[in-house]
């Protein structure tokens, strides 16, 4: 059985613990680094090419100075379990063998590892990082006080941390590279739709807002959105026969039909959900 190894504290204890197991469990061993394969659930999913190539020639000078962190495997060989960076490091110049600590852990171990790893020196941008939160969640079935404990950090962090995975994908790019921070993040997703939230974006990118303004923004557009879906209920009150309209143009197009009044106007909405599904309204719109 593997042993409790006090995740949340760091890496340390793992690397230089002094237990008398030998070098299958605790102390260093030098291994093929063909013989290791990358571990699929590493949170991090993008890596700097360059710090790669700088962190490679520090290597080629100086060697590996902390070993690798590694589990054995029933087929033979071992799967990585912290120090990705040193292993792609080594393998751009052709190290034959690499050091590392051979270690037993659980599946589970091997998951939080990876992602302690990663938060301790502050690698992973914040997707990555909610991202990793959620999988040992699913995975595993642990709660957000649960995961809190085990990275050590606090439960609302872990929680704030999770939302932005609610983000839209247009949105997520600029939290990647570093044009959003997490609190524009956090105000941005106090809005109530998704076009919103990428609008607000957008105008946050352009314009340079700060976390404040951005509050700001998002509570004058919520208060706005607000006053436009009351006044429109009204009109709808006052407008029974819009309802009968939708309900036979839902019925002739096969669709979702929208009405949106707007003084002696207002605008026909009329969904779509592919490119084939487009051309075919069309035709039956062109008749």
Not at 75 to 91: H, K, P
Not at 112 to 138: F, H, S, T, V
Not at 269 to 283: C, G, P, Q, T
Request: charged share 30%; net charge negative; hydrophobic share 40%.
């Amino acid at each position: 059985m593997a042993k409790k190894s006090g995740l949340g504290k760091g890496l340390d204890a793992l690397f230089f613990d002094n237990d008398s197991e030998g070098k299958q469990d605790g102390g260093a061993m030098m291994v093929r680094l063909s013989e290791i394969e990358p571990n699929k659930a590493q949170p991090r999913k993008t890596f700097d090419e360059n710090a790669l190539a700088e962190l490679a020639d520090s290597i080629r000078e100086h060697g590996i100075i902390q070993p690798l962190l590694v589990r054995k495997l029933d087929s033979g060989g071992f799967q990585l379990v912290a120090g990705e960076r040193r292993w792609r490091a080594s393998r751009m110049i052709g190290l034959d063998e690499v050091p590392v600590v051979v270690k037993d852990l659980s599946d589970t171990e091997v998951m939080e590892l990876g992602l302690i790893e990663n938060l301790q020196r502050e690698d992973l941008n914040p997707l990555e990082e909610a991202a990793g939160y959620k999988e040992l969640m699913a995975t595993y079935g642990l709660t957000q006080d649960q995961v809190s404990k085990r990275v050590g950090k606090s439960r609302s962090a872990i929680a704030n941390s999770l939302r932005l995975l609610n983000l839209p994908d247009q949105v997520r790019p600029y939290l990647m590279n570093g044009q959003l921070s997490m609190g524009h993040a956090k105000a941005l997703l106090s809005l109530n739709n998704e076009l919103a939230i990428v609008s607000a974006a957008k105008e946050v990118v352009e314009k340079g807002l700060s976390v404040r303004e951005v509050e700001k923004l998002a509570s004058r557009k919520s208060a706005e959105s607000l006053e436009t879906q009351s006044v429109r209920k009204e009109r709808r009150k006052k407008d029974h026969y819009l309802d009968e309209m939708e309900i036979a143009m839902n019925e002739e197009l096969g669709r979702k039909v929208e009405i949106i009044p707007d003084g002696d106007g207002g605008m026909l909405k009329i969904a779509f959900y592919n490119k084939e599904d487009l051309a075919s309204l069309a035709e039956k719109l062109t008749k």
